[in-house]
């Protein structure tokens, strides 16, 4: 985050590759873009993101450790606020998953990472996907974001 003057002017956008994925430093600018857009759509504020990519060995231990989940997935979203009120957003993207799906769904792999970046952003905002219904509406707000053309002006 910037701060002037003692008060949050800009929020801070972290992309941080663990994976050693070569693809991702290709999409720092459209993914930052994809995040504000995303943010300024749904009018949240969060004081930082950050957007963690790693392998399924590392994702696997996340899932055990917080969600009690003896398996690897594709994308975990942790939002909270601390005690000064500054709201944060780490959303962790397991890049091998990225490319299993990609591959299941016959996506471009980059596509299935913009995917999985913003359901874990929804996630962030407050969003759920428990029930059939709640799923379609996650679907449909991704779809909604990917068709916004804001996200992809320069």
């Given at each position: 985050?910037?701060?002037k003057?003692?008060?949050?002017?800009r929020m801070?956008?972290?992309?941080?590759?663990?994976?050693?994925e070569?693809?991702?430093?290709k999409?720092?600018?459209l993914?930052?873009r994809?995040?504000?857009?995303?943010?300024?759509?749904?009018?949240?504020?969060f004081?930082?993101?950050?957007?963690?990519?790693?392998?399924?060995?590392?994702?696997?231990?996340?899932?055990?450790?917080?969600?009690?989940?003896n398996s690897?997935?594709d994308?975990?979203?942790f939002?909270?606020?601390?005690?000064?009120?500054?709201?944060?957003?780490?959303i962790?993207?397991?890049?091998?998953?990225?490319?299993?799906n990609a591959?299941?769904?016959h996506?471009?792999?980059?596509?299935?990472?913009?995917?999985?970046?913003?359901?874990g952003l929804?996630?962030?905002?407050?969003f759920d996907?428990?029930?059939?219904?709640?799923?379609i509406?996650?679907s449909?707000?991704i779809?909604?974001?990917l068709?916004g053309?804001?996200i992809?002006?320069?």
């Amino acid at each position: 985050m910037l701060i002037k003057n003692g008060k949050i002017i800009r929020m801070e956008i972290s992309i941080i590759n663990k994976s050693k994925e070569k693809n991702i430093k290709k999409i720092k600018n459209l993914i930052k873009r994809i995040i504000t857009a995303t943010i300024k759509k749904h009018n949240v504020k969060f004081d930082e993101i950050n957007i963690i990519f790693i392998k399924n060995n590392e994702m696997k231990k996340l899932n055990k450790k917080y969600l009690s989940k003896n398996s690897t997935t594709d994308v975990i979203s942790f939002s909270y606020t601390d005690i000064s009120n500054l709201r944060f957003a780490d959303i962790f993207i397991s890049t091998d998953m990225a490319k299993k799906n990609a591959k299941l769904y016959h996506l471009n792999p980059i596509t299935e990472t913009i995917i999985l970046i913003l359901h874990g952003l929804l996630h962030a905002i407050g969003f759920d996907d428990a029930t059939t219904k709640q799923k379609i509406n996650m679907s449909q707000q991704i779809l909604k974001i990917l068709k916004g053309e804001e996200i992809w002006k320069k």
